[in-house]
């Protein structure tokens, strides 16, 4: 059915942790019979709701993959503006422990530390004073572990 082929187009497509959203798809079906409509439409939504667990589960799979392997890198000037000494790795802000890609190309990391998965904005701030560094996070291009 084409309306499944769109659907697993659509999932085929989707980056790493994207909001996945009903209304980027029309499960609506055209016909003037109402049972075969609804029939139709409930496995639709059955079908979508699979497949969305299914692209959950690719990335929970990703994630843990990815732990530990390729912690993010820092490169240029290793200091902050006030002058502190700053580490090669990127560190998590809330706990201080090393940050791991599991998606360079949508630039998520997760912590070591607090185990969270985060978007990385590229700003790089001193754990010590909070002030910018000079550093910056070295973009990896198509670590998909």
Not at 62 to 71: D, E, H, L, T
Not at 80 to 98: F, I, R, S, Y
């Amino acid at each position: 059915m084409k309306k499944k082929q769109d659907i697993n187009n659509y999932f085929a497509l989707l980056k790493f942790y994207q909001t996945i959203d009903h209304m980027d798809l029309e499960l609506k079906i055209n016909t003037d019979q109402i049972d075969y409509k609804l029939e139709k439409e409930k496995e639709l939504e059955k079908y979508f709701i699979e497949k969305i667990k299914e692209k959950e589960k690719e990335w929970e799979d990703q994630i843990v993959r990815a732990k530990w392997k390729s912690p993010v890198q820092t490169y240029g000037e290793m200091k902050c503006k006030n002058g502190h000494d700053l580490e090669p790795d990127a560190l998590c802000m809330d706990c201080n422990q090393t940050l791991y890609w599991v998606d360079s190309d949508e630039k998520f990391a997760i912590c070591k530390g607090c185990n969270r998965v985060r978007k990385l904005s590229g700003i790089i701030y001193c754990l010590g004073c909070g002030a910018l560094a000079k550093s910056k996070i070295k973009w990896i291009k198509g670590y998909k572990p």
